[in-house]
């Protein structure tokens, strides 16, 4: 399996601590050695870092999680391979344009007769069951609605209809973004946390850092993180359940 990471904030920011944190699940303290990759979104454009070896040994890596990076929306993932080589053309997250806005996917489970998946004019570039799956549901969304959805609702409402029928095909947690809502489906194993004043300090459960949020952000910033399991060793958590969807935008909660 692998694992995510996804932010959604009312503010841009960086998520260094985040990152710290799951990159040390890359080949340390989680088996998941076999690429990672992290897209922040910036406007309507998207900066996507990626390398095919595990993320606790990879320079890149380091410099994401040193650098602080700006952003809204972030999708991130450590893989361990089970569909497709290791290779920079397997490693999560993925990107495509749909109605004129980059959409950025990353997927943690294994599915089987994946192959069958109509993907229309999204071909895959790998070979993984999670890019087949990422295009098969760019193009039904295409299908149903040529010109775009009249509305996000029903556009998410209907994405989340088809993650469903994803989840009879074995384990499918996803993360989805078009840079300005984040949507999360569990399959498995996914969790949230929600941050806002008063902001407190937080410590990583994978490394020894911390750090005093109240410091670092204003009364007004809402921050949203979301991981496969959590990163830090003192907050509480949401853990979503099997077959639920979180829809978040600007940090918040949005009804599905």
Same mark, same amino acid.
């Given at each position: 399996m692998c694992e995510l990471l996804g932010m959604s904030a009312n503010v841009p920011t960086d998520i260094c601590f985040s990152f710290k944190g799951l990159k040390e699940r890359g080949g340390n303290t989680g088996?998941? +050695?076999?690429?990672?990759g992290i897209a922040f979104y910036q406007g309507k454009g998207v900066s996507t870092f990626k390398d095919a070896q595990a993320s606790h040994q990879s320079e890149v890596?380091? @410099?994401?999680s040193d650098y602080p990076i700006k952003s809204n929306v972030v999708v991130g993932h450590v893989r361990q391979a089970?569909?497709?080589?290791?290779? $920079?053309?397997?490693?999560?997250?993925?990107?495509?344009? $749909?109605? =004129?806005?980059?959409?950025?996917?990353?997927?943690?489970?294994?599915?089987?007769?994946? +192959?069958? $998946?109509?993907? =229309?004019?999204? +071909?895959?570039?790998?070979?993984?069951?999670?890019?087949? &799956?990422?295009?098969?549901? $760019?193009? &039904? @969304?295409a299908d149903k609605y040529p010109n775009g959805p009249k509305s996000k609702k029903q556009l998410f409402r209907y994405l989340l209809k088809l993650s469903h029928g994803l989840r009879q095909l074995g384990v499918?947690? @996803?993360?989805?973004?078009?840079?300005?809502?984040?949507?999360?489906?569990?399959?498995? +194993? @996914?969790h949230w946390i929600t941050r806002r004043a008063p902001f407190g300090k937080a410590c990583l459960s994978d490394v020894d850092v911390d750090i005093d949020f109240s410091?670092?952000?204003t009364p007004n910033d809402v921050v949203t993180i979301v991981a496969t399991l959590p990163l830090t060793s003192n907050e509480s958590w949401r853990a979503m359940t099997p077959g639920q969807a979180c829809l978040f935008k600007a940090g918040e909660l949005m009804p599905l």
């Open positions: 088996p998941h +050695k076999d690429g990672w890596a380091r @410099l994401v089970n569909r497709g080589r290791v290779a $920079l053309e397997n490693t999560h997250p993925f990107t495509r344009e $749909l109605w =004129g806005r980059y959409w950025t996917y990353a997927h943690n489970g294994q599915l089987k007769d994946y +192959k069958t $998946l109509p993907v =229309g004019r999204f +071909k895959p570039v790998g070979t993984t069951d999670s890019e087949q &799956a990422f295009c098969y549901l $760019l193009s &039904a @969304l499918f947690n @996803l993360l989805l973004s078009d840079g300005d809502y984040l949507f999360c489906y569990c399959s498995t +194993k @996914l410091r670092e952000t």
